[in-house]
């Protein structure tokens, strides 16, 4: 079978102690440590004023990230076909309906309601955005991140057009996290091309009659960023972003379904 191969022409990155792609390659290079700070999420900029204030970390998340690799790829969002993944969604909002469902009147709010869907985070970029191309929605449990970027790398070659990945996941509160401990929000975005440009800063390729792997995924150095990695599902890819801060030519393996590992190969451009 055909390899697939594909260029990363931008990154968006936020989650604890993390502000953006920026401060986040100075800790993956090992320049600078991680550090274990609550991830800081801004106000969505581009959203209306009304669905703004119904915004929670979900959209927050996912559009900081998604419009940070944009920009760094110069691109603009209105034709930019897009892959959103997540584990598991917004956790503070089914917290929110399963309190409401545990009441005595158990009447959930129309906001709460349409923000419970999985695609909620894609629907409110396409909101902020404009964007009319085709946009989907996954979940793979803790192979989100892998499942999400087989997807996005598929979708760029076969359709030979840039992809948005965007890969997040938000802390649970209790008791809902006794069950699902994930402790912090956090976000990942790529923008993933078909061809080199000038924007490019790495190559990803797959191939298919062996993407899977029966090894263990990648560790990383730094102690905070590798329990990052290790408890967040969405920062399974930061092992890629690793190899790409250090411009490392390898062969990678993260984290995906139960018993296996996704393998690809990374160059730096």
Same mark, same amino acid.
């Given at each position: 079978?055909?390899?697939?191969?594909?260029?990363?022409?931008?990154?968006?990155?936020?989650?604890?102690?993390?502000?953006?792609?920026?401060?986040?390659?100075?800790?993956?290079?090992?320049?600078?440590?991680?550090?274990?700070?609550?991830?800081?999420?801004?106000?969505?900029?581009?959203?209306?004023?009304?669905?703004?204030?119904?915004?929670?970390?979900?959209?927050?998340?996912?559009?900081?990230?998604?419009?940070?690799?944009?920009?760094?790829?110069?691109?603009?969002?209105?034709?930019?076909?897009?892959?959103?993944?997540?584990?598991?969604?917004?956790?503070?909002?089914?917290?929110?309906?399963?309190?409401?469902?545990?009441?005595?009147?158990?009447?959930?709010?129309?906001?709460?309601?349409?923000?419970?869907?999985?695609?909620?985070?894609?629907?409110?970029?396409?909101?902020?955005?404009?964007?009319?191309?085709?946009?989907?929605?996954?979940?793979?449990?803790?192979?989100?991140? /892998?499942? $999400? !970027?087989?997807?996005?790398?598929?979708? +760029?070659?076969? =359709? %030979?057009?840039?992809?948005? #990945?965007?890969?997040? @996941?938000?802390?649970?509160?209790?008791?809902?996290?006794?069950?699902?401990?994930?402790?912090?929000?956090?976000?990942?975005?790529?923008?993933?091309?078909?061809?080199?440009?000038?924007?490019?800063?790495?190559?990803?390729?797959?191939?298919?009659?062996?993407?899977?792997?029966?090894?263990?995924?990648?560790?990383?150095?730094?102690?905070?960023?590798?329990?990052?990695?290790?408890?967040?599902?969405? /920062?399974? $890819? !930061?092992?890629?972003?690793?190899?790409? +801060?250090?411009? =490392? %030519?390898?062969?990678?393996? #993260?984290?995906?379904? @139960?018993?296996?590992?996704?393998?690809?190969?990374?160059?730096?451009?």
């Amino acid at each position: 079978m055909t390899a697939l191969t594909v260029f990363i022409d931008g990154v968006g990155l936020v989650g604890p102690g993390i502000a953006d792609w920026a401060q986040g390659q100075e800790q993956l290079a090992g320049r600078a440590p991680g550090q274990w700070l609550k991830t800081v999420l801004t106000a969505p900029a581009h959203l209306p004023p009304a669905e703004r204030r119904r915004a929670g970390a979900v959209i927050r998340v996912s559009q900081t990230v998604g419009f940070e690799a944009m920009a760094a790829a110069g691109l603009e969002a209105q034709g930019l076909v897009s892959v959103f993944t997540s584990s598991g969604g917004d956790g503070v909002n089914c917290h929110e309906i399963c309190t409401a469902l545990a009441s005595d009147d158990r009447l959930i709010s129309p906001t709460r309601f349409h923000n419970s869907v999985h695609n909620a985070a894609s629907g409110y970029w396409g909101i902020a955005t404009g964007a009319m191309a085709t946009s989907t929605a996954l979940c793979a449990f803790d192979g989100s991140f /892998a499942a $999400g !970027l087989v997807e996005a790398v598929t979708q +760029a070659v076969v =359709q %030979a057009e840039p992809v948005l #990945l965007v890969a997040f @996941d938000t802390d649970y509160p209790e008791p809902l996290r006794s069950a699902r401990p994930v402790p912090d929000t956090f976000g990942l975005a790529l923008v993933l091309s078909p061809v080199r440009t000038a924007h490019s800063l790495g190559q990803i390729t797959l191939h298919p009659a062996h993407y899977l792997s029966s090894g263990v995924a990648d560790v990383l150095d730094d102690a905070v960023l590798e329990a990052q990695r290790q408890s967040i599902p969405a /920062a399974r $890819g !930061l092992p890629l972003l690793a190899a790409l +801060a250090r411009q =490392q %030519a390898g062969v990678l393996r #993260l984290d995906y379904l @139960d018993g296996c590992c996704l393998e690809l190969v990374f160059n730096p451009c």
